[in-house]
């Protein structure tokens, strides 16, 4: 079966980076894409960007250009997201969730999701 | 500000028929696809409908959604207390996804 699994949670201090990793298993690492999304304390969800395990491309949301990027193993099927220059707005649980073979293609398998703290 | 317009709320007793609405324009849901998600409480969102009406293998048939023009919409029939969760919808807009504010369903 389909599953992803990140890693745990996280508290870092304003300024710093934080990595979050997403192993997949029970299907084929590189057909398809993965996405981040996160959510916000209380919030609605907010695409991050995407990446596709085969080569490696990627399309981050405007709001995160410069700060976040994404990168992957296939060695060992998993996907890496970089946040960096946190921020307290950044506060939030982020999610990896599985693809289409195309970008416009929407997720349906989700990882537990990973909080990150960001506080002084 | 979400770019996708859903209620903030609904509410419905148990059996009853729901409706949540989702307003876009013509580069997200006016042209492309929109799919809905379910959250329940401290879980990660699960697929409902793809493809503007489509339901993945396990969802029941209870559920259902619907497009026209920039707008969809999401149906729940025969209400039950497991349906109490916040529903959102999503598109995919240019070269990126936008979402939906999100819409908590209270059953009373």
């Known amino acids: 079966q389909v599953q992803l699994v990140q890693s745990g949670a996280e508290v870092k201090k304003p300024g710093a980076s934080v990595k979050v990793s997403c192993k997949a298993s029970?299907?084929?690492?590189?057909?398809?894409?993965i996405h981040w999304v996160r959510q916000a304390p209380g919030q609605g969800l907010e695409w991050v960007g995407i990446?596709?395990?085969?080569?490696?491309?990627?399309s981050y949301a405007q709001k995160f250009q410069g700060r976040v990027t994404m990168t992957r193993d296939t060695s060992t099927s998993t996907v890496y997201m970089e946040l960096s220059s946190l921020r307290s707005e950044d506060t939030a649980v982020y999610y990896c969730?599985?693809?289409?073979?195309?970008?416009?293609?929407?997720?349906?398998?989700w990882g537990q999701g990973t909080l990150v703290t960001v506080s002084s | 500000q979400s770019v996708l317009t859903q209620p903030p709320s609904a509410s419905g007793t148990p059996g009853q028929r729901v409706t949540i609405s989702c307003s876009g324009s013509?580069?997200?849901?006016?042209?492309?696809?929109i799919y809905w998600y379910q959250q329940l409480p401290g879980t990660a969102p699960k697929l409902l409908i793809y493809?503007?009406?489509q339901r993945p293998s396990g969802v029941p048939d209870r559920f259902s959604g619907s497009k026209s023009g920039t707008s969809a919409s999401l149906a729940i029939s025969g209400l039950r207390s497991e349906d109490e969760a916040d529903y959102y919808c999503?598109?995919?807009?240019?070269?990126?996804?936008?979402f939906g504010g999100g819409t908590k369903l209270t059953v009373l």
């Open positions: 013509s580069s997200n849901i006016g042209n492309n696809y």
């Open positions: 029970g299907y084929s690492f590189t057909r398809y894409y």
């Open positions: 493809k503007n009406n």
């Open positions: 999503a598109a995919w807009d240019d070269s990126h996804w936008v």
């Open positions: 969730a599985r693809g289409g073979s195309e970008p416009y293609s929407t997720f349906d398998y």
């Open positions: 990446i596709h395990p085969s080569g490696g491309s990627t």
